[in-house]
């Protein structure tokens, strides 16, 4: 009996183990052999092992000046937080114009290189919310997040009341809905406790906001009757649900996170429609209100927006026929933005007339329209704003008569050079 040793196809190594005896005992491996027994490495590994490197890769360092610029540009709208991945802070931002028009945009002024130090992981930052994590199992409470959270709570909780539609669309009463108002309560405090290095579930805080609802029927002003629900929905996030986020927000590609933030833009947008439309008025002559989706329908079903859509589609039929650089050409002339066409029309002359038919008429209307010829107090204010517009109506074209004969002159002098 002896040993021989034999390779582990698990891990490619050798090990050694006890030969049974035979009758014919065959010959150790020789040298050229062993040097054929290679480990191969575990292709399952090696891709885990290069998927977690792809996972934890961290994204090119952000810089502090770039923070600050984009914070000064377009801070009220979060661009600075896009820019740090901080998603959710730009989105709250983007609602409120920087934190309830601004407010919380100039409290950022100290604090975004705190976040950019966040963004790119360093040590410093690290080393600090550690400290953190040793020093207390739970975050501590946070007045200004808190306040945060019961803000954009009741925010959502009272633009989801609004945007209901207080008549019958459509043959159905919607009043029911107000019955999802705490799921938007719930909402807002759960994506501002989910801000940062800081996280929680959203169940318990729709749970506290639904248990807390029925108090707008003790509570008659829904004011303070959400500003209940978002209280105790906070409280309740506060002091059961929030934890420590222990690993970094995983960063989504650039793509996934414009699809998330444009949605719920468009979401959010979308409600303030609904409100404006259904629930909103505007005044009319008699100072009456009228609700806007009723004067947008007869809005459509006017004299003027069926004059508007003609000429629109007769604009279209032109431009198939003569080309669209021909059909804005006439465009733009019709425009008049040079002021001629109306100069000649204060004149009262004609598109042909001469220069002397142009000065001949403005004299004529000058000692017409004179102010001191005005005897009338009462028509003497309206006989100066006549004069004024004679006198502009007679530079514009004096002006445009004389560039046009200028350019002739010169057009007249290239073509005898050229002959």
Known sequence: ????????????????????????????????????????PNRRMSTNRESSTEVNTLPAQ?????????????????????????DRHAFIWACTLGGYMGIGWIGELFLIPEYVRDANEDPRFVKAFVAKLQAFQRPPYSSKRFVGQVM?????GQLFAMAIPQTVVAGFDLSFLHWAIPIFVSQGIWLVGNIGREQGVWWH?????????????????????????????????????????RTPPRRGRPVERSLKLTGA?????????????????????????????????????????????????????YAQHHGWYETWKEVFESMDVDGERNSYKVLGVSATASQAEIT???????????????????????AHQRFIEIQQAYNVLSKIKSNRRRKNKQFQEDDAIVL
């Open 360 to 382: 001949a008429a403005y004299r004529r209307l000058s000692k017409e329209y004179h102010p001191d010829k005005v005897k009338d107090e009462a028509l003497r204010n309206e």
């Open 1 to 40: 009996m002896g040993t021989k040793q034999t390779v582990s196809p698990k891990f490619g190594g050798t090990v050694k183990a006890k030969a049974k005896s035979t009758t014919s005992d065959s010959p150790p491996p020789s040298p050229t052999d062993k040097s054929l027994i290679k480990s191969k």
């Open 62 to 86: 952000k810089s502090v000046v770039v923070a600050y610029v984009l914070w000064l540009f377009g801070g009220i709208f979060g661009l600075h937080h896009l820019y740090l991945h901080r």
């Open 205 to 245: 805080c729709l749970l506290a906001a639904y248990l807390a609802y029925p108090a707008r029927y003790f509570i008659y002003d829904e004011t303070y009757s959400l500003l209940l629900t978002g209280l105790v929905s906070a409280l309740t996030f506060d002091g059961i649900s929030k934890q420590w986020r």
């Open 152 to 156: 954009i709570g009741h925010l959502f």
């Open 265 to 317: 833009i468009l979401i959010y947008c979308t409600f303030w429609g609904s409100f404006v439309y259904f629930n909103g008025t505007i005044a009319d002559e008699d100072g009456g209100e009228v609700p806007i989706h009723e004067a947008l329908h007869n809005f459509l079903a006017s004299a003027w927006w069926t004059d508007l859509k003609q000429a629109l589609h007769d604009t279209y039929i």
